[in-house]
């Protein structure tokens, strides 16, 4: 009887924890469903608001980022845990690109071919639901959106550690294209091979950018390799996948992408390695509540005229993030001023700040406000 009672108390233990796990099995069945239910509810409201505005042109016309972002806001807000942050607001942009798509699926063109940061960026602003366009050139990202074949583009625009790229700041000379938003994008960098060995490596692929990122660890490793830059991490992956002496820098996606084994990784020289990405548009935004704004400034050739134009966001307390110089196209030697300051232009103390900025020291665009990236 004994050892039948131990058997017993064995088995009567054993079969509670089964019990608790179907149970709980069960209940996360039951969220699945509540959870789901919600989504379709949502998704049903949007298609509300859709009808609200009325027969519209293109998908463009639905997308508020302004609104977004709040969303987002939001979130963060609420959250108490145990999933983080980032994971949170990945999900909700998620339904809210699927959602939006219900209407039409934005065209947003990036630096491609598939597989690059610029692509990451992309699906990390507009959700996988949105229709990317991978094009040449950073060039051809403005073009395409100013001519309505994309509704927005995508474009790096400054590396923490290598700083602004300037092929992209020069567009803004004459593209009348509006900024409507930024990324920012961790980056790690992966040796890749066709072979995975790196005793067979005597060239390397990778944009100028990427091979910059990773000159330190290069130097250490790879010294006698020949390093070739190219239009993308994702063109190089594309070319070191034809030989087994080429190898490329980028990220795991163009490895997986190409068929590319992992060598080594990361390998990006600093541990904060984060590239900036701007969203290009057509058309300007109302604020978000949580704003920066980007200038840019042609100051005529006088005494103080940069002072002049510094002096009022000063005055009212206008943070000024970033400023940057670049030969202005024209004149011999006249340069344009990028600035990225905090702030909306349609609300104080920004808009203040820029009404009383002196019309004679030179010239003032807004190439845009809109919200500051959510992580």
């Known amino acids: 009887m004994v050892e039948d009672d131990g058997e017993g108390q064995a088995g009567s233990s054993a079969r509670p924890l089964k019990t608790d796990l179907a149970a709980v099995r069960a209940q996360i069945d039951g969220i699945d469903r509540e959870i789901q239910a919600l989504i379709a509810e949502r998704a049903l409201f949007a298609r509300q608001v859709g009808h ?72 990390k602003h507009f959700g996988h639901s949105a229709l990317g366009l991978p ?86 490793h790879l010294p006698l390799a020949e390093k070739l830059a190219v239009s993308s991490n994702a063109e190089g992956a594309r070319r070191a996948r034809n030989a087994d002496d080429a190898a490329a820098i980028a990220g795991e996606s163009a490895g997986q992408v190409y068929g590319l084994k992992v060598v ?42 940069l002072y002049r134009i510094l002096e009022p966001l000063a005055r009212h307390g206008i943070s000024m993030n970033r400023i940057e110089s670049r030969p202005a196209h024209g004149a011999l030697w006249e340069y344009a001023f990028f600035i990225d300051v905090g702030g909306h232009v349609d609300e104080s103390p920004l808009k203040d700040a820029l009404a009383e900025i002196d019309v004679f020291a030179g010239d003032v665009r807004v190439l845009g406000s809109y919200p500051v990236a959510v992580p």
């Open 264 to 305: 080594a990784g990361p390998i990006e020289d600093r541990s904060d390695n984060t590239t900036r990405f701007l969203v290009l548009g057509r058309a300007a935004f109302p604020p978000s509540g949580h704003d920066r704004s980007s200038l840019m400034v042609s100051i005529r050739d006088q005494p103080g005229a």
């Open 52 to 123: 609200a505005k009325g027969k519209l042109a293109a998908a463009v016309e639905y997308y508020r980022p302004e609104r977004e972002a709040q969303v987002l806001r939001r979130v963060v807000d609420r959250n108490q845990g145990p999933l983080s942050d980032a994971v949170l607001v990945r999900l909700f942009r998620e339904i809210m690109s699927a959602c939006l798509a219900q209407q039409e699926p934005l065209k947003v063109g990036y630096l491609g071919p598939e597989g690059t940061f610029s692509q990451q960026a992309v699906q």
């Open 135 to 220: 094009l040449a050139s950073v060039e051809e990202v403005f073009d395409e959106v100013a001519s309505g074949a994309a509704d927005f583009g995508v474009v790096p625009v400054e590396n923490s550690g290598q700083g602004t790229i300037q092929s992209t700041l020069d567009m803004f000379l004459t593209s009348p294209l509006m900024i409507c938003g930024e990324v920012e994008l961790r980056v790690h960098q992966y040796l890749m091979s066709r072979t995975g060995r790196i005793e067979d490596i005597e060239r390397i692929y990778s944009h100028g950018l990427s091979l910059a990122q990773c000159k330190n660890w290069l130097r250490q």
